[in-house]
């Protein structure tokens, strides 16, 4: 049974930094694509970074990126999510998937093409 164990969330002000920490079991991390998305309240789920199964390839939104990065350890089966200079717009829960399909090493935006889900985790940032 695959799970995906997102924590790290919390209430920052605006301009402060979090870091998120999604970790996987019951799947071989190493062979998963790996992805961070949000949802706010009242919007649709949107794509926040992606990152292949090596970590050579990295992909972001372009709302985050410049702020944000993603990184992996596959010994530790964990994905990570830093955020810097967050803006109250980055109010959403946050949510760490794995690619559907094994092998790929590409960093993907598209839902679909994702899984497996975490159950999430809040960001709020205050102004």
């Known amino acids: 049974q695959v799970q995906l164990v997102e924590s790290g969330g919390g209430l920052v002000q605006a301009g402060g930094s979090l870091r998120l920490s999604c970790v996987a079991s019951?799947?071989?991390?190493?062979?998963?694509?790996m992805g961070w998305f949000r949802q706010a309240p009242g919007k649709e789920r949107e794509f926040v970074a992606a990152?292949?199964?090596?970590?050579?390839?990295?992909y972001y939104a372009d709302s985050v990126k410049g702020r944000f990065t993603i990184s992996r350890d596959n010994a530790k089966n964990t994905v990570w999510l830093q955020m810097t200079n967050l803006k109250p717009e980055d109010t959403a829960a946050y949510y760490c998937a794995a690619d559907l399909a094994r092998y790929r090493d590409t960093a993907h935006s598209t839902a679909a093409l994702y899984g497996y889900w975490g159950q999430g985790t809040q960001v709020t940032v205050s102004s």
């Open positions: 019951g799947l071989t991390f190493s062979s998963y694509a």
């Open positions: 990152i292949g199964r090596t970590g050579l390839r990295t």
